[in-house]
C-alpha cells in the first residue's frame, strides 16, 4: 500500500460524531454565516446549529469524523464522485438556511448520487456513509427541497437563444465559457437527437464535466465494424482554439447531415465520432480571465491541480524502448505500471483512461497551439538524454499519413513564406516526429498508441494560443477541410472479423502484420480495424488455443476504404491449449494483459479474515471516536 497523502495525515484530528437517532429540526433556529473551509464551495453561505447530526457549533462539525471524512473522501475514492459527495455532505452537516428556517437537500438528488457512486465505495470495500442515508436525512420537493449540486451546473440548463433573425444552422464565431460551451453541444444534440447525444466521461478536479458529444447512426452504441474516432481540445487550458474548432465542428456535422450533405451523411453513417472539446475546462477559466489575445505560455495551462495534463499520462515509451531491444518480447498493449499510481493522477487524465478502454478508438488527435505543425509519435526520445532525436514507432509510413492528411489541406501549413508562423518547418512539408521536435515524457499520443489500438497525432493549431475573436473565423476555415480529411483517414487500411468455427467473435485476438512490430487486438465484438499504407502486406490472427491464419493483402495506392479481411480461427486439434510460438512477442505468457481497470477496484478488494480495510489506519488517530460506521463488517 502506498503511503498516505499528508493531506490525509494532517487533516484527521481527535473526536467525532457517532450515528444515532435522528433528531428534529428546530424551526425556529437562527441563520449563521458558513464558515466551513472544506464545504466553503457550496450554493449557499448561510447555516444553522444544531444540524440534523446534533452537532453544536462550527467547532463541533469540524471535529467530527462526518466532516473529516468529507474533506479526505476525494482522495479515498481517486477523484471518483468529486466534488458532488462532499457537496452532497455538506449539505447534512452545515445544512442550507434561509429566513431563520433550515432547507433539507433532495432525496432524488442523493438517490441518484448514491446510484452512480455506490461501485466506488464498494471497490474500496467502504459502507455507504450514514449521514447519506437518502430516506433519512433528505427530503422531497413538496416539502421545499433544493439540490445541493445545482453550483455544478451552473445554469447550464438554462436556453441560450440564437440572435434573432438567424437560422439554426448559423455558428458563432466566439469564444465559449463553460456553460455556454454546454449549452451548445447539448442544443446541437437536441437537433440531431437521431445522430447525436452528449456525454460526459468525468468531472474536472474543479466538478466541471468533461462533456463529449458524439455523431453516429446509432448513437450511444458501438457498431459492429464501424470504427472509433476521438477529437480532443483544450488539454493545455489556455490552448484554446481547438476548444472552438472542436464546438463549430460538432455544430457543422449536425447542420450539415441535416441538409443532404453527401460527404457528411457518409462520414456520419460508417463512422462514430466523439468530439471532446475541453479536456481542460478548469484551465481554461484561468487563460480566459487573462483574454483573448494574449500569448501566455504558462497562465491556465495546468489543471486546477497544477498538472500539465500532457504530461501526465504513464511513460510507456520507456518501457516501450526496454522491451523493443529484446527479440520474441511483445511491445504494444503495454501495461501500466503500479508505481505510476503512486503520484499524482489528475482526474482528467484517468478520465480519459477510463474512456479509451470503454471505446475501441482506432484514431485520434490532439489540438494544442503555440505553433503550426502536426506531430506524430513518438515524443519521448529513444535516448533519454537527447532532447532532439528521430524516434519513429513501427508504423512511422502510417502515421506520416496521417499527419499529411491534415497538413497537406491546411492553407496556412502549406503556404511556402518562410515568414508565416511555423516557417521553421516548411521544409518538412509541416509534419514532424514529435521527438525529432523536442522530446517529453508522460504525453497522451505515446500513451495511445503503446497501450491501445489507437493512433493519435498532435495538431498544432497556430501561434498565438488564445487568439482573438475576430480571428476565429478564419482559423474555422483553415482548419474545417483538414479535419474531415484527418476524420476519413480511419477507413484507410483494412478491418474484419476474427470468429471461430462456428461463428463466435473471438475477442482479444492478435492481428500481426509482418514487418511492423506492433498488433492490435480485436474488440469484445470480434471486430478489428488495422490502418495500413498502401502495399502488399501478409496479415496474421492468431489467438490462444486456436491455430493461426495467414493471409496476404494487398492495399491500392488509391483505396480511399477499408479492405475487408475476415479471419476464421480453428481450435488447437492436440494437446493442451497453450500459446503459439508466434505470441511470444509480449509479457509472461506471451498474451496481453487485459487492459488495466483503475487500481481503485484492482488494489482495493474486500479484506478476509475478519481484517480491516487498507483505508482504516487514515483514521486510527480518531480513538474511541473512530468511525466504524464506515466498516462492512
Known amino acids: 500500500m502506498r503511503p498516505p497523502p499528508p493531506l490525509l495525515l494532517t487533516t484527521l484530528v481527535l473526536a467525532a460524531a457517532r450515528p444515532g437517532c435522528e433528531p428534529a429540526w428546530d424551526p425556529d433556529a437562527a441563520c449563521v454565516d458558513l464558515q466551513l473551509q472544506t464545504c466553503s ?5 448561510r447555516t444553522a446549529f444544531p444540524t440534523l447530526l ?5 467547532a463541533a462539525v469540524e471535529s467530527s469524523s462526518e466532516y473529516i471524512l468529507l474533506s479526505v473522501l476525494h482522495h479515498l475514492l481517486e477523484g471518483q464522485c468529486n466534488p458532488d459527495l462532499r457537496l452532497l455532505g455538506c449539505a447534512v452537516l452545515a445544512p442550507r438556511c434561509e429566513g431563520g428556517r433550515v432547507r433539507r437537500p433532495c432525496r432524488h438528488v442523493c438517490g441518484a448520487l448514491r446510484e452512480a457512486c455506490q461501485p466506488a465505495f464498494d471497490a474500496i470495500d467502504m459502507a455507504w456513509p450514514y449521514f447519506l442515508d437518502c430516506g433519512r436525512y433528505f427530503s422531497g420537493p413538496e416539502e421545499g427541497c433544493y439540490d445541493p449540486l445545482e453550483k455544478l451546473r451552473g445554469g447550464l440548463d438554462i436556453e441560450e437563444a440564437l440572435p ?9 464565431f466566439i469564444h465559449h465559457s463553460y456553460a455556454q460551451m454546454v449549452r451548445v453541444l447539448k442544443r446541437t444534440a437536441a437537433r440531431c437527437a437521431h445522430i447525436s447525444k452528449t456525454y460526459s466521461i468525468g468531472r474536472s478536479f474543479d466538478g466541471r464535466d468533461l462533456l463529449v458529444i458524439e455523431f453516429s447512426s446509432r448513437p450511444g452504441q458501438h457498431e459492429l465494424m464501424e470504427p472509433e474516432v476521438k477529437l480532443i481540445g483544450n488539454i493545455h487550458g489556455n490552448e484554446v482554439a481547438g476548444r472552438e474548432m472542436l464546438i463549430y465542428l460538432a455544430q457543422y456535422l449536425c447542420s450539415e447531415y441535416l441538409l443532404g450533405n453527401p460527404r457528411i451523411q457518409r462520414l456520419l453513417n460508417t463512422t462514430r465520432v466523439h468530439l471532446l472539446p475541453s479536456m481542460n475546462p478548469d484551465g481554461y477559466e484561468v487563460a480566459a480571465a487573462e483574454g483573448a489575445g494574449y500569448n501566455g505560455w504558462t497562465s491556465g495551462r495546468q489543471n486546477a491541480q497544477n498538472l500539465d495534463l500532457n504530461r501526465n499520462f504513464p511513460d510507456l515509451t520507456s518501457e516501450y524502448y526496454r522491451l523493443a531491444s529484446a ?17 499524482k493522477v489528475a482526474p482528467e487524465t484517468k478520465a480519459i483512461m477510463k474512456w479509451m478502454r470503454t471505446i475501441p478508438f482506432v484514431l485520434s488527435a490532439s489540438l494544442h497551439g503555440g505553433d503550426l505543425v ?5 515524443d519521448f526520445s529513444k535516448h533519454p538524454q537527447e532532447e532532439k532525436m528521430f524516434s519513429p514507432t513501427p508504423d512511422e509510413k502510417m502515421f506520416k499519413l496521417l499527419a499529411r492528411a491534415y497538413a497537406d489541406v491546411h492553407p496556412m501549413m502549406m503556404d511556402r513564406s518562410e515568414n508565416r508562423c511555423g516557417g521553421n518547418f516548411l521544409k518538412r512539408g509541416s509534419i514532424i516526429n514529435g521527438a525529432d521536435w523536442y522530446s517529453f515524457t508522460g504525453g497522451m499520443s505515446d500513451f495511445n498508441y503503446l497501450h491501445s489500438n489507437c493512433f493519435e497525432i498532435t495538431v498544432e493549431l497556430g501561434c498565438v494560443k488564445f487568439p482573438p475573436e475576430e480571428a476565429l473565423y478564419t482559423i474555422w476555415q483553415h482548419n474545417k477541410e483538414p479535419l474531415l480529411n484527418f476524420m476519413e483517414m480511419v477507413h484507410r487500411g483494412i478491418k474484419g472479423m476474427v470468429m471461430d468455427k462456428f461463428g463466435k467473435p473471438v475477442k482479444n485476438a492478435r492481428i500481426l502484420v509482418k514487418g511492423i512490430r506492433h498488433d492490435i487486438t480485436t474488440a469484445p465484438d470480434g471486430d478489428y480495424w488495422r490502418l495500413l499504407p498502401p502495399g502488399a502486406h501478409i496479415v ?10 495467414i493471409k496476404k493483402v494487398i492495399i491500392p495506392a488509391r483505396m ?19 500459446f503459439l510460438p508466434g505470441s511470444q512477442r509480449g509479457g509472461p505468457g506471451g498474451e496481453p494483459q487485459e487492459p488495466d481497470e483503475e487500481p481503485l477496484g484492482a488494489r482495493r478488494q474486500p479484506t478476509m479474515g475478519g481484517s480491516k480495510p487498507w483505508w482504516w489506519s487514515y483514521f486510527t488517530s480518531l480513538g474511541q471516536h473512530q468511525p466504524r460506521w464506515l466498516l462492512k463488517y
Do not use: C, E, M
Open 164 to 172: 434573432s433573425g438567424h437560422p439554426p444552422t448559423f455558428i458563432r
Open 54 to 58: 446534533q452537532h453544536r457549533s462550527r
Open 540 to 549: 496474421i490472427a492468431q489467438a490462444p488455443g486456436y491455430s493461426k491464419v
Open 327 to 343: 527479440r520474441g518480447v511483445r511491445s504494444d498493449h503495454i501495461a501500466i505500471p503500479q508505481h505510476y499510481w503512486w503520484g
Open 41 to 45: 464551495d457550496v450554493a449557499y453561505n
Open 374 to 378: 502536426v506531430s506524430y509519435p513518438f
Open 560 to 578: 480511399k476504404r477499408a479492405g475487408r479481411v475476415d479471419f476464421i480461427l480453428q481450435p488447437l486439434r492436440t494437446g493442451p491449449q497453450k
